[in-house]
């Protein structure tokens, strides 16, 4: 029933219970390296804290009291008295980082007579003043909960009546009236003194952290990160180093490499004469750490050595926290930094080049969410808006929308349908809501360790920081640029990859990817035991899912071919047409157009299975909407009557009635899929013979193809067969005529109930099953694809019926049962069967992770989700 370590007592691996910062701060101690003295409180003492509040003064006060003492003697400072004041700070620290989200206080032990002494013992009276309006200032907000603005405005004031431009210039006089200022404010609003006595501090200041674990932005901050909410945060108590005293100290951040690109430099900003967390709530813009190699050259090159050593020994890349005081380094923190999609790629590949890590520890540091994010549009190469503002390039990606001044105007414009991007002189944890709805941040002020710079890293959205030459009036609602002026609801892109912000909107391009990306996947496709297929109905699609890495086409859909504006009317023709006859002539050249895509689509996937699925639809789809021609004919006939309109007006009428005749109550369950294959055999037959004859023609190319038919909605074995005796006729016919054998296959889809009983005997005359989970989950739940989500799938995820939409995650208990049972049957009659999934479901992770456990052999899905299917395939084997 330990509640109370020193860092001397700790290491890496108690994350649980020191929370990370403390589990790390006393690692490094472990380590040998400059940590100022400290100790931590469990987070197993703030869950019980949290339950009941006594718990800190009977149970663990003691050992607080006592580790204070031991800080004593290893600093040489006395706590609550002179020579040399002990300071302590209060970090909160949870067992996964949260930054920025829970609160610290620092400088606690200040008060009127120790402040002398620290002034004494400095001889600085504007450094010891500095600390305590600090200290008063954040211990009023984190212990008393009182605006930030309150303080910030006495502070403003100051500066402007004497036309100082940064805090670290306030001389002692005028510090001395802030502080009093700023007790005066604590004292009126909180109705009491401001604590003396640094014990009663340092209680006060440990039950607020304690309960800063239940703030809002850190509940947000969970939620968005599906992080539990009963873990608790650890305390870190610390003995105080100065930043803040002179030229010769200064405090910063740094990371091991650029979180943004992922390159390998030490990346990072400090600003001299500074405190905590002056860097990164972006007060001032702060100085690249490059330029501490010329400022303070031996200080620079201990950072290098210690940061360097901390990211061998962690094998990952670290975001360290440290403070120079007199020329004396010290580091505060460190952690796997916070980095974009990108910069993840980038560091987990050059680590296994430089044999930091192994591939399968590689494939582990990419998250599929990152992975999704992987593919951020850019803006093209022609640019023709005018630039506002250059920044800080702080999060890669570009993105256009509506320029709001407010978290709050961010969300609600986000929920009136709107794109938004937040432009802020700042952002603080407060504004989390805000940049969680927005396509995009812009600062003016902040560097790219600034909160917003991490917070958009991690939710992978564009960010430009440090704008400098922006000024933004929050109240009026203007942007004022160099040479232009904005407000809100104006349009802007941004482009974080280069740090450029535009007004109006610029094209934006779909990404390309990078070669670290390709190498990433290659080792993913080497642990994979799914290949990752692609959903493309076009020789674009088939193109890019190449490009992606796409090992087949798992579904070319043909009647998105049939849609197209030039096929649409032969199409209504032939729907339309009254005889067989006509019909075929209809059929006859929709074939040459059909075969002309597939040949492009067999092209550019030579040597890849490219499976092609038959006409699904129903066929009213195919013809104009009821009401629209309704409303034309109206319109027509009162017009005056010519007999070309008299035509005209006699077929829209015929449309008409076909589509009545068409019509039915559940078109998805009617006549629709391999139905009109048995009823319209012609139809089937024209697009078996233009897959044949693009196959015979790439072929004749020297080109390897490999087409594979696919029958929708197959819930019988009968008609299976129907269509295996249809394509294998069609088949010797073109060997036949030609002398040349094509490699196809012929397979279903399994997409109805009825087909998953009956598969053991469907699999007798097919060569491949693909799951089409869409309908498949359609037909198991009898939820209509169509109408379920917004009718009444929200209430049931909010009552808790459902967990998931199994329209987005595959709903294993049910669907991915039957599909279970489909792969067992499937394989009794044909062991080697040949099986995958084409629905939605092909490009999300959890469903993916599920399609490895049946044992699937390929996952199809859109190109854009290549590289996570990819990526999660990977990790679905390791
Ligand atoms: P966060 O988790 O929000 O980063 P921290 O607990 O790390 O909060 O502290 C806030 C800031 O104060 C950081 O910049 C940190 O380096 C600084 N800081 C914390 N403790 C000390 C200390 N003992 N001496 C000097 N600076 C400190
Ligand atoms: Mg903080
Ligand atoms: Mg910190």
């Known amino acids: 029933n330990k509640y109370v370590y020193d860092f001397e007592e700790g290491n890496a691996t108690m994350k649980d219970l020191l929370g990370s910062k403390g589990a790390n701060l006393s690692q490094m101690v472990q380590n040998g390296m400059p940590v100022p003295p400290g100790f931590i409180v469990t987070t197993k003492a703030c869950v019980e804290f949290l339950e009941g509040e006594s718990f800190l003064v009977d149970k663990i006060w003691p050992d607080i009291q006592k580790a204070i003492l031991r800080m004593e003697a290893k600093t040489g400072k006395k706590w609550g008295s002179g020579p040399t004041p002990l300071l302590v700070s209060v970090r909160s620290g949870a067992p996964v980082s949260m930054p920025g989200m829970m609160d610290s206080v620092l400088n606690l032990g200040l008060n009127r007579d120790t402040l002398e002494y620290m002034a004494e013992a400095s001889q600085n009276r504007r450094f010891a003043l500095d600390s305590y309006r600090r200290l008063i200032q954040m211990f009023g907000e984190v212990v008393a909960g009182l605006s930030p603005d309150l303080f910030e405005k006495v502070l403003d004031e100051a500066k402007k009546k004497n036309n100082l431009l940064y805090d670290y210039q306030i001389p002692a006089q005028i510090l001395e009236e802030i502080v009093a200022a700023y007790l005066h404010i604590y004292e009126s609003h909180t109705h009491s003194s401001f604590p003396y006595d640094p014990w009663k501090q340092l209680k006060m200041a440990l039950a607020a952290v304690f309960k800063s674990w239940n703030n809002p932005r850190a509940i947000t901050y969970r939620n968005l990160h599906s992080i539990p909410h009963n873990l608790g945060t650890a305390v870190s108590i610390v ?4 930043g803040n005293l002179n030229e010769q100290c200064g405090t910063g951040v740094c990371f091991t490499r650029n979180p943004s690109d992922g390159s390998a430099d030490l990346y990072g900003e400090f600003l001299i004469n500074a405190q905590g967390e002056d860097v990164v709530a972006g007060v001032r813009t702060p100085i690249p750490i490059s330029e501490l190699r010329y400022m303070m050259a031996d200080m620079f090159n201990q950072l290098v050595d210690i940061t360097g050593s901390l990211e061998r020994f962690y094998k990952d890349m670290q975001d360290v926290e440290f403070t120079i005081e007199n020329r004396k380094l010290y580091i505060l923190q460190t952690r796997s930094g916070k980095r974009s999609a990108e910069a993840a790629v980038r560091i987990a590949h050059d680590m296994v080049q430089e ?11 990419v998250t599929p969410r990152e992975a999704e994010l992987l593919l951020h549009k850019q803006i ?5 808006v005018p630039l506002v503002a250059e920044g800080l390039p702080a999060s890669p990606g570009a993105c256009s929308g509506m320029i709001v001044f407010s978290p709050e105007a961010a969300v609600q414009w986000n929920d009136e349908g709107k794109n938004v991007i937040l432009v802020r002189p700042e952002t603080s944890p407060d504004d989390i809501h805000g940049l969680a709805v927005a396509e995009g941040v812009v600062t003016s002020r902040g560097g790219m360790t600034s909160h917003a710079a991490v917070v958009a890293r991690g939710m992978g959205k564009p ?10 009036d929050v109240d009026e609602k203007v942007l004022y640029g160099e040479s232009l002026i904005l407000k809100e609801g104006d349009i802007i892109t941004v482009d974080g990859s280069n740090g450029r912000v535009y007004a109006g909107e610029a094209p934006l391009v779909d990404a390309k990817i990078t070669k670290e990306l390709s190498v990433f996947l290659q080792w993913a496709d080497e642990a994979a035991s799914l290949e990752v297929w692609a959903n493309a109905d076009t020789p674009e699609d088939a193109r890019r899912a190449r490009e992606f890495g796409a090992k087949g086409i798992g579904l070319c859909r043909t009647e998105h071919m049939f849609m197209a504006q030039d096929r649409l009317p032969v199409m209504e023709h032939m729907i339309m047409a009254p005889d067989k006859e006509s019909r ?18 067999f092209r550019e ?9 038959l006409l699904d639809p129903p066929l009213h789809e195919f013809l104009p909407k009821e009401n629209v021609i309704r409303q034309q004919l109206f319109e027509m006939q009162r017009e005056k009557e010519s007999p070309a309109q008299k035509k005209k007006i006699l077929e829209m009428e015929a449309v008409l009635k076909k589509i009545e005749m068409l019509k039915e109550i559940n078109p998805m369950m009617g006549f629709r899929g391999c139905r009109l294959g048995i009823l319209h055999p012609e139809i089937y037959e024209a697009q078996i013979r233009a897959i044949f004859e693009a196959a015979l023609l790439v072929l004749g190319e020297r080109k390897a193809v490999f087409p594979e038919i696919m029958i929708p909605l197959v819930g019988l074995s009968e008609e299976m067969e129907i269509f295996r005796e249809m394509v294998d006729r069609i088949a010797e016919e073109y060997y036949k005529s030609t002398g040349i054998i094509v490699d196809y ?3 279903s889809m399994i997409e109805v109930p009825h087909s998953v009983l009956v598969a053991d005997k469907i699999a007798k005359v097919a060569d491949f099953f693909s799951f089409g989970t869409n309908d498949l989950t359609q037909a198991v739940f009898a939820y209509s694809r169509d109408d379920a989500e917004s009718k009444f799938l929200r209430a049931y995820l909010q009552k808790g019926i459902l967990q998931e939409n199994p329209f987005h995650t595959l709903d294993r208990e049910g669907v991915g049962e ?25 490009g999300n992770p959890e469903s993916i992770a599920f399609c490895h456990i049946i044992g699937l052999n390929y996952v199809s899905c859109s190109p854009f989700r290549i590289p996570v299917a990819r990526l999660a395939a990977a990790q679905a084997a390791l």
């Not at 960010?463 to 933004?472: A, D, K, M, P, Q």
């Not at 996937?605 to 699925?613: D, K, L, Q």
């Not at 039957?818 to 092909?842: D, Y």
């Open 239 to 242: 003995s105080m180093v100065f």
């Open 584 to 601: 075929l002539k209809d059929l006859e050249l929709l074939k040459e157009m059909q075969k002309n895509d597939f040949a492009d689509i």
């Open 745 to 747: 296959k012929v397979g």
């Open 818 to 842: 039957m599909m279970r049972l489909c792969v067992k049957k499937a394989r009794e009659t044909r062991q080697n069967m040949s099986l995958g999934i084409c629905g939605e479901h092909g």
């Open 355 to 365: 044999n930091l890590i192994g591939k399968s520890e590689a494939l582990t540091r």
């Open 605 to 613: 996937m030579s040597g890849c299975p490219v499976i092609i699925r």
């Open 463 to 472: 960010c430009v920081s440090g704008c400098e030459e922006l000024f933004i």
């Open 380 to 384: 093209g190469s022609q640019v023709d």
